[in-house]
């Protein structure tokens, strides 16, 4: 079974940074995509980044230049690191992952708060 558990969100104040973790275990892809989304309160929910088990990866115009995403193959972990903060960045944040070859991402994790005050 597919388990993805996210860590490291938190409060911060704008132009700060953090970096997520999502610790995944159970899949058993050998090509997959993984990826980081959030949901903001009355908001949809917005792909933020994005990278393939090749290693390709893909931003969301409203992060590029300030989030980078990475994976670390050993640990099996995902993370995000996200500079120069902004209010709008506040949101619940999930790790996602599905098979290269399937649209929609099938497995979530349970999210972690990220707040950023003005």
């Known amino acids: 079974q597919v388990q993805l558990v996210e860590s490291g969100g938190g409060s911060v104040q704008a132009g700060g940074s953090l970096r997520l973790s999502c610790a995944a275990s159970?899949?058993?892809?050998?090509?997959?995509?993984m990826a980081w989304f959030r949901q903001a309160p009355g908001k949809e929910r917005e792909g933020v980044a994005h990278?393939?088990?090749?290693?390709?990866?893909r931003y969301a115009d409203s992060v590029k230049e300030r989030f980078t995403i990475s994976q670390d193959n050993a640990k099996n972990t995902l993370y995000l690191q996200m500079n120069s903060l902004k209010p709008e960045d506040t949101a619940m944040y999930y790790c996602?992952?599905?098979?290269?070859?399937?649209?929609?991402?099938?497995?979530w994790g349970q999210g972690t708060q990220v707040t950023v005050s003005s």
């Open positions: 996602a992952i599905r098979p290269w070859w399937q649209a929609e991402y099938n497995y």
């Open positions: 159970g899949y058993t892809y050998n090509g997959y995509w």
């Open positions: 990278i393939s088990s090749g290693g390709t990866t």
